[in-house]
């Protein structure tokens, strides 16, 4: 059974950082992309960066661009979010999900990120 | 403002048919398959329908998908009040070179 578990949520004042974490389970891990989507409070689904599973190439929304890292540990199953220059407007749930071509077809339970002063 | 627009929410009753519509565009629904999401409140979403109209494993057939043009739609049969739920589409935009969802549809089974 795929499992797939965030943590390192919590709350950030703006201009702040904080790593995400993202442990899996239950499938071959270094052979599947994975992806990070976040929701805003009361809000939709917004897809904000993948990585490859072979060569680690990584893909960015424009909203996080240049403020966010994504990063994978093949040899220990887990994904890692850096998250800085943080803004009011980056409070959301954050979701880690392996990506299936595009399809999002296992997600973990998320970790809220909020940030205020 | 999501790059896929749906209904904020549609309602049925129990037993009856409902399908949730799914509008893109040339750079995104046309040229790609589209994939269908179920939230229930506070839980994380769950694959229903991916690539147009397949549904994964232990999906039932109730739930089901189709595509024409630059829409989509998601339909379910046989409704139950276990239905409620928000519902999202998504697909790739070419012209963003990004994943992209609407803006969901709540479910109301009454």
């Known amino acids: 059974e795929v499992q797939l578990l965030e943590s390192g949520g919590g709350l950030v004042q703006p201009g702040g950082s904080l790593r995400l974490s993202c442990s899996a389970s239950g499938f071959t891990f270094s052979t599947y992309a994975m992806s990070w989507v976040r929701q805003a409070p009361g809000k939709g689904l917004e897809w904000i960066s993948s990585?490859?599973?072979?060569?680690?190439?990584?893909y960015y929304a424009d909203s996080v661009k240049g403020r966010f890292t994504f990063s994978r540990d093949n040899s220990n199953n887990t994904l890692y979010l850096q998250m800085s220059s943080l803004r009011a407007e980056d409070t959301a749930v954050y979701y880690c999900a392996k990506d299936l071509f595009g399809d999002f077809d296992s997600w973990g339970q998320g970790t809220l990120v909020a940030v205020s002063s | 403002q999501s790059v896929l627009t749906q209904p904020p929410s549609v309602s049925a009753a129990p037993g009856q048919k409902v399908t949730i519509s799914c509008s893109g565009s040339?750079?995104?629904?046309?040229?790609?398959?589209v994939s269908w999401y179920q939230q229930f409140p506070g839980t994380a979403p769950k694959l229903l329908i991916y690539d147009n109209n397949k549904r994964p494993s232990g999906i039932p057939d109730r739930f089901s998908g189709s595509k024409s043009g630059t829409s989509a739609t998601l339909g379910i049969t046989g409704l139950q009040t276990g239905d409620e739920a928000d519902y999202y589409c998504?697909?790739?935009?070419?012209?963003?070179?990004?994943?992209?969802f609407g803006g969901g549809t709540h479910l109301t089974v009454l």
């Open positions: 990585i490859g599973d072979i060569d680690d190439t990584t």
């Open positions: 040339s750079s995104n629904i046309e040229n790609d398959f």
């Open positions: 998504g697909t790739w935009a070419s012209s963003l070179s990004a994943p992209v």
